[in-house]
């Protein structure tokens, strides 16, 4: 079974052990519910670096079978939301911070602008996923600092064609790999709530939550695979990555396919922003790195253990 189709079916069974739902047959639009825990917590840097992080994590059944965040884990980026198109989706965000958060989904799943969550409180959002594609889901009260320390994460939506990213026959892959961009100052998430956000600066850059040599490559992968990269730039910048080996064909921006995909070696993902592209993986190679054409390939300060080659650095590996 593919990973995402793991993912979504850990989810409905989630969902079915926390609050007795029923789900229909897989052919009809289904009833979604998620509960999602913000919390604070830290990550661990190259080099051996902490950082306070706020982030968000699934829920799991209490000894009742409802939702409890007590004891989980925050995640950067949040866990993988993997949903089908046309579902009726609750999401529920118990906020565990002494802050308001919010959770937005920027584009047509859910608005900008939705309702705050105050602090220690839960606030539910119900929306349908009408339209298939990448999106990024955040937390975007407080005027950035919280997407600085870390609440955000990868929602898909999927169209009914199994093996499509949309609904065009253009947007078929054969394997997929969500690539959250993001960045991470430690000297502000020390100290969220006095910090000149002004002053950010970022000092490691990280895809999907880790700085390289930790990031994770995109593996086992034969000549002529599909790959579909599903960019999604949390961090503040515009970030280029860069595709050595190999062609990206990008199929679609910001969840809505494009009408003239074209090829690329290096395109630019705008902040807030998502991109899709697939890669079919040439004959000849066997790695294929994807970096950051900015070149924010280090580590900390110059100082620093592990301060280069480091940052949004990873790989397509073939076997």
């Known amino acids: 079974m593919?990973?995402?189709?793991?993912?979504?079916?850990?989810l409905v069974l989630a969902v079915v052990a926390a609050a007795g739902i029923l789900v229909g047959t897989p052919a009809s639009a289904q009833p979604v519910s998620i509960d999602l825990c913000v919390e604070a917590g830290s990550i661990t840097l190259p080099g051996g670096v902490t950082a306070n992080i706020w982030g968000f994590a699934l829920a799991v059944p209490d000894a009742t079978n409802q939702p409890t965040c007590a004891g989980v884990t925050p995640h950067v980026p949040g866990p993988l939301l993997d949903i089908a198109q046309n579902d009726t989706v609750r999401i529920a965000v118990h906020n565990d911070l002494a802050e308001p958060v919010s959770f937005e989904a920027p584009g047509e799943v859910v608005n900008e602008g939705a309702a705050p969550v105050p602090a220690h409180a839960t606030v539910a959002y119900t929306f349908t996923a009408s339209a298939p594609g990448t999106y990024l889901y955040q937390s975007a009260a407080a005027a950035g600092r919280q997407l600085a320390?870390?609440?955000?994460?990868?929602?898909?939506?999927?169209?009914?064609?199994?093996?499509?990213?949309?609904?065009?026959?253009?947007?078929?892959?054969?394997?997929?790999?969500?690539?959250?961009?993001?960045?991470?100052?430690?000297?502000?998430?020390?100290?969220?709530?006095?910090?000149?956000?002004?002053?950010?600066?970022a000092t490691y850059w990280l895809i999907n939550g880790k700085a390289y040599p930790d990031t994770d490559p995109v593996h086992g992968v034969a000549a002529g695979t599909r790959v579909l990269l599903r960019y999604l730039n949390a961090g503040f910048d515009n970030t280029t990555m860069l595709l050595l080996g190999a062609h990206e064909h990008v199929i679609a921006r910001d969840a809505h396919e494009l009408n003239n995909p074209f090829d690329a070696v290096a395109e630019t993902v705008p902040a807030g922003g998502t991109e899709d592209a697939i890669v079919t993986i040439p004959a000849a190679g066997t790695r294929f790195a994807l970096y950051n054409r900015q070149l924010h390939l280090t580590n900390g300060t110059p100082a620093s253990p592990n301060h280069t080659p480091g940052g949004m650095l990873t790989f397509i590996q073939v076997p």
């Open 2 to 10: 593919p990973a995402h189709q793991k993912i979504r079916s850990l």
């Open 149 to 201: 320390m870390g609440l955000y994460g990868a929602m898909i939506v999927r169209p009914p064609t199994a093996g499509r990213a949309y609904g065009g026959a253009g947007s078929a892959y054969d394997r997929e790999a969500p690539l959250v961009l993001s960045a991470i100052d430690p000297a502000f998430n020390a100290n969220p709530g006095t910090a000149d956000i002004h002053g950010y600066h």
